[in-house]
């Protein structure tokens, strides 16, 4: 049987395609949400076009608490559909990428005075596994202080009732938003990033004809027409409708959420743990490979979208609540090793706080046809990606419409040639940490990381490592990563291959230095950079490290 190709990215084929069509459909906004409508919509064989402004995955979709998670916190506001479609949505994407979205248990410990009670945790998990068609081993469990402290020994025995013992699923979010666009370029959709959206052009009837973008790279302005215009751009949405006189008294309520990494070695937490902080909220610790993160704080923000930074007051509130379950580790300012600060586009309902803001996602419409969405979780990227193109075909005539298909990416497997299981996933990485051994890198870790990030597309970086000749086994791996990130998955920057393709900046900070500029070195021949392209490249990362490792006064 003949082998698939892999799925490719490539930026100079799509430039030439958006130039010579007319689209049924142009999404602005390259994060989750715009790439999962792209492959909803070129699946069903629509014309699509994707552009981004700056890299894909770059805003909010690189910044979530990287869980495909129902939601346990919803159901005690009632939102009962919310957590019914993202608990069965967990389900769905797992075996859509199961070496990107894997099962993580989650342990929520039981204290005196807690968010949660013992009964109503364990009614709240059996109806969140109800709502969730959850079966076998991923039931919830119910654990006594002995059972507890033997999953999670740095919990604090003193206050520990018990706890509740659920599922819910890991993912890398960056990875995920690139593996469904390269998966709609698959499909026929016209992928670009580093393509600004400057202004909207209308016909006489006042309707968008087509948009105005800005190359980055090539600084040329490029007209791109369609039949819809989609606005699927987080923080951004309403910066747009105001580019198109459409906002309204409906708008956005933007978030703030800040995550912190520590060493494994500070922080060696055997188990996930979703727990409760002092004023009422709760957040999440979860061990990932060399690191454990924590997250996330829930507040206001009216500052500039486009850096977004963390403050010592976000450090302060998350080293008080970990140290607060965790008395044991007793972590503090210069244990953590990076972090990130993201927003959350949520809807704006008068008199509430942010962490009681519904995550559910809404679809604004205007006179001169933008479709806009906003809301709404990583989780629901699908959902979302289905109804939004369900309202475009609402535009149509029934004779276009009869042309487009029904969606079905509950079916589309993210990668052409996937791992089909768990099972299969640790199969696979197993026999890759033989392959890394005899390639001269022991570290099991690789092994994990290369796996959960690529998948089999792995493969072909490992073929693609023989061809370099350095000793340093971790350098010929790192070049022949970039590689992969240049030619199959439009990398166009530092920034894209360390903290969007790899998840360096986060996960394995120490990395970016060691190897820079041996990456700076191959990006320039590959991309062809200049002296003042290379300047510039080298200020940008310096920001992103500064911001990754330092704590502002202010926004």
């Keep these: 049987m003949k082998t698939k190709p892999f799925s490719i990215l490539n930026r100079a084929?799509?430039?030439?395609?958006?130039?010579?069509?007319?689209?049924d459909l142009v999404i602005i906004g390259g994060g989750v949400t715009g790439a999962g409508i792209a492959l909803d919509a070129a699946s069903r064989g629509m014309k699509t076009c994707l552009i981004e402004k700056n890299d894909f995955a770059s805003g909010t979709s690189n910044k979530s608490t990287k869980l495909i998670h129902g939601g346990l916190r919803y159901l005690k506001q009632l939102e009962i559909g919310l957590v019914k479609e993202s608990g069965r949505e967990r389900a769905i994407v797992h075996k859509l990428a199961p070496h990107l979205v894997i099962p993580e248990k989650m342990l929520l410990p039981l204290v005196e005075g807690g968010t949660y009670g013992k009964m109503m945790t364990s009614i709240g998990l059996k109806v969140y596994d109800l709502l969730?068609?959850?079966?076998?081993?991923?039931?919830?469990?119910?654990?006594?202080?002995?059972?507890?402290?033997e999953k999670e020994p740095l919990l604090d025995a003193k206050t520990i009732l018990g706890s509740g013992y659920y599922s819910e699923y890991r993912t890398d979010d960056a990875r995920l938003t690139i593996e469904l666009l390269k998966k709609a370029s698959e499909f026929g959709a016209t992928i670009l990033n580093y393509c600004e959206m400057q202004t909207f052009n209308y016909n006489t009837r006042k309707k968008i004809k087509s948009v105005a973008c800005l190359d980055h790279n090539s600084e040329e302005?490029?007209?791109?027409?369609?039949?819809?215009?989609?606005?699927?751009?987080?923080?951004?949405?309403?910066?747009?409708?105001?580019?198109?006189?459409?906002?309204?008294?409906?708008?956005?309520?933007?978030?703030?959420?800040?995550?912190?990494?520590?060493?494994?070695?500070?922080?060696?937490?055997k188990q996930s743990v979703y727990f409760d902080v002092a004023d009422g909220r709760m957040i999440f610790a979860i061990p990932r490979g060399r690191v454990t993160y924590v997250g996330t704080t829930d507040t206001d923000y009216f500052g500039d979208l486009e850096h977004v930074v963390t403050t010592k007051a976000d450090i302060n509130y998350l080293l008080e609540a970990v140290n607060a379950a965790f008395p044991k580790i007793n972590l503090h300012e210069n244990d953590i090793e990076s972090n990130w600060a993201g927003l959350r586009p949520l809807i704006h309902e008068a008199e509430k706080d942010p962490s009681e803001l519904s995550r559910k996602d809404e679809i604004f419409i205007s006179d001169s046809g933008l479709i806009s969405i906003a809301g709404g979780k990583l989780t629901g990227y699908r959902k979302m990606a289905h109804r939004v193109i369900d309202v475009v075909i609402k535009t149509m005539t029934t004779k276009q419409a009869s042309k487009f298909k029904e969606s079905y990416t509950e079916k589309i497997a993210l990668t052409t040639q996937e791992i089909i299981s768990s099972?299969?996933?640790?199969?696979?990485?197993?026999?890759?940490?033989?392959?890394?051994?005899?390639?001269?890198?022991?570290?099991?870790?690789?092994?994990?990381?290369?796996?959960?990030?690529?998948?089999?597309?792995?493969?072909?970086?490992?073929?693609?490592?023989?061809?370099?000749?350095?000793?340093?086994a971790e350098l010929r791996l790192i070049r022949a990563e970039l590689w992969y990130g240049i030619h199959f998955e439009m990398v166009n920057s530092l920034s894209d291959f360390f903290v969007?393709?790899?998840?360096?900046?986060y996960f394995n900070i120490s990395s970016i230095s060691k190897f820079k500029n041996a990456v700076i070195k191959d990006c320039t021949q590959y991309l062809n950079w200049d002296a003042t392209r290379i300047k510039k490249e080298k200020e940008i990362l310096n920001l992103l490290l500064k911001d990754a490792t330092h704590f502002y006064d202010k926004e």
């Excluded at 007209?223 to 708008?251: M, Q």
């Excluded at 099991?444 to 959960?452: C, G």
């Excluded at 969007?500 to 900046?505: D, E, N, Y």
Aim: hydrophobic share 30%; no cysteine.
């Design 500 to 505: 969007r393709r790899t998840g360096r900046l």
């Design 423 to 472: 099972k299969d996933v640790k199969t696979y990485q197993k026999k890759l940490q033989q392959k890394l051994k005899k390639a001269g890198i022991n570290d099991a870790y690789f092994s994990w990381y290369l796996t959960s990030t690529y998948g089999k597309q792995t493969d072909i970086i490992l073929k693609k490592m023989q061809s370099f000749t350095n000793k340093n």
């Design 132 to 149: 969730a068609s959850v079966e076998g081993d991923d039931r919830r469990k119910m654990l006594n202080k002995t059972e507890t402290l």
């Design 221 to 269: 302005i490029i007209n791109i027409t369609s039949r819809n215009f989609v606005s699927a751009t987080g923080p951004w949405v309403d910066v747009l409708r105001e580019k198109d006189a459409s906002r309204n008294n409906k708008h956005l309520h933007l978030t703030k959420g800040v995550h912190i990494v520590f060493p494994f070695e500070k922080f060696p937490l």
């Design 13 to 23: 084929k799509q430039i030439k395609k958006v130039t010579t069509q007319k689209f």
